[in-house]
């Protein structure tokens, strides 16, 4: 059983930089596909970043391409989202999720997904740029 722990959200100005972690189960790193997600209230939950265990490969949703950077520590059973050059519009609670799968290629490659099928969800973290 997968389980995911965030942490690292809090409240930062316009311009800053903040990173989150989610604590994972061992070996999960390595074997799903790893994810960030946001939702502010009364939206869908977006998907921010995906990371694919074996060839690393890291996806960015649009908004966030060049501020933030997803990285895990296998080793650490950690995984992390930089987030550079924040936003008032990045404001959300922030999800870390773990799936078999992940995104569809064509919504990689379009730069926008959803959570709907992912497997497993921490319990978020609240990120407010003001």
Known sequence: HVQLVESGGESVQTGGSL???CTTSPNTISHYVMGWFRQTPGEDREGVAALFPFNKQAYYTN????????SGDSARNTLYL??????PDDTAMYYCAADTEGPAPEALAWGSWSGNTWSYWGQGTQVTVS
């Open 19 to 21: 990173t989150l972690s």
């Open 82 to 87: 930089q987030m550079n050059d924040l936003k």
């Open 63 to 70: 908004s966030v391409k060049s501020r933030f950077s997803i």
